[in-house]
């Protein structure tokens, strides 16, 4: 999986990543260290889960583009995630 998130390859994710990509990044550990965290964002783009900005900042795409385990996932984290990632709006894919 490491060597898929450093990829940033979507095919390499099994179907389950990215609940798991989800958990990792709100995590302390991913939010502390910013080569992880960038890790873990640009994966979730490769995945669709999110958009990066011209500016580099990451966000999330709207839950209806999102799968039904995705979505579940973050609502489950909801309290967990930075606000940051729910805040970016004009993300681009």
Do not use: I, W
């Amino acid at each position: 999986m490491l060597d898929a998130v450093e990829r940033h390859d979507a095919n390499a994710f099994e179907p389950g990543a990215v609940p798991h990509l989800l958990r990792r990044l709100a995590s302390d550990a991913v939010q502390h260290d910013a080569k992880a965290e960038e890790a873990v964002c640009r994966a979730l783009v490769a995945c669709g889960v999110m958009r990066s900005t011209s500016d580099g900042r990451y966000g999330f795409v709207p839950k209806h583009e999102m799968d039904r385990a995705a979505v579940d996932a973050l609502d489950a984290l909801d309290a967990a995630t930075p606000l940051r990632y729910f805040l970016v709006r004009e993300a681009r894919r």
